[in-house]
């Protein structure tokens, strides 16, 4: 006589039929909202140049520097204290890492 064996994990259901059904749920709803889009964009016109912010990029590259331009200016004092510590050397980060995460583990268990 054959046994089943059933494993219960105590979190949660796992049904593949209910995840296929949700997947395609998403979909359908992604689809549509694309579907109801407007269909406004002329190729090889003006519409194509970059646009960020008010203000039109002849680079079409768009660095982090120019998306966080206001974050930078407003916590540049933290920012020019953090970059003494910087080093470039990956050990010096896998030292902060261990440590920072030694002192959460003590916060943690005490």
């Known amino acids: ?3 089943t064996i059933k494993i219960f994990t105590g979190h949660g259901h796992w049904s593949p ?13 992604a689809l549509l909202l694309w579907l109801l889009g407007r269909r406004e964009h002329k ?11 008010g203000e039109r990029m002849e680079e ?7 998306l966080y331009w206001g974050f ?10 953090l970059k003494t510590w910087h080093s470039g050397v990956v050990n010096d980060y896998a030292g902060w890492f ?7 583990f003590l916060l943690v268990i005490v």
């Open 72 to 81: 930078a200016e407003a916590l540049k004092p933290i920012l020019t204290r």
């Open 1 to 3: 006589m054959e046994e």
């Open 60 to 66: 079409p590259r768009v660095s982090a520097l120019h």
């Open 17 to 29: 039929l209910i995840w296929v059904a949700a997947a395609l749920g998403t979909f359908s709803v």
């Open 98 to 104: 261990l440590l920072i995460l030694a002192v959460v």
């Open 43 to 53: 190729r090889g016109t003006d519409q194509e140049i970059p646009f960020l912010s």
